[in-house]
């Protein structure tokens, strides 16, 4: 008689992906099928301005045996923590899913912009997020100034609405960070 024996961790590894898995397995109210982690991957990318496994991108791609939902919205991504450790990928439908995807490097010096060209230019359509500790709300905005990664501009989301100042993180990205 042959006896296996598991290691502690790896069972405990095994199980934990089969819980994930299993709660996110499509039912019959989502017919729609599952989200393709080939997509998540390259929204996280776009997202971060890096692709995975270099400096300020995933550390990883997203475990292929993960089975999310499929959303009827587009992804919300929005970074978790002021170290810029991870991006949360949150499926917005009601009742919908989230993933935290770990970053390579340091996140936050790969963004810090040094006085570098401009990836924002004034009157470009951008998306301006509004985050805090645990939240990320994001709409359509107009840049009236141009910056580099890293710098301070000014930003209207409707015509007639004041500017509010708010910090390039990427190309068509600007973030206003509530404390």
Known sequence: MTTHHTHP???AAALAAAALAALSIPGPAHAAGIEDPAAIDRDVAAFTGQPAGTPG???RPVDRRLRFVACAAPLALSWRGDDHASVL???PDPGG???????AGNA???LAGSGGPPVIER??????AVTGDGFSVSQPAEAL???????WIRVRTQARADPVQAQVVR???VAVPVE
């Open 97 to 103: 899913w989230h993933l935290y995807v770990a970053i």
């Open 145 to 151: 100034e141009s910056g580099a990664v890293g710098a």
């Open 89 to 91: 990928v949150e499926c």
């Open 9 to 11: 961790f790896r069972a």
């Open 123 to 128: 009157g470009q359509a951008v998306t301006v």
């Open 57 to 59: 991108g995933a550390a």
């Open 108 to 110: 936050r010096q790969a």
């Open 171 to 173: 190309p068509g990205l």
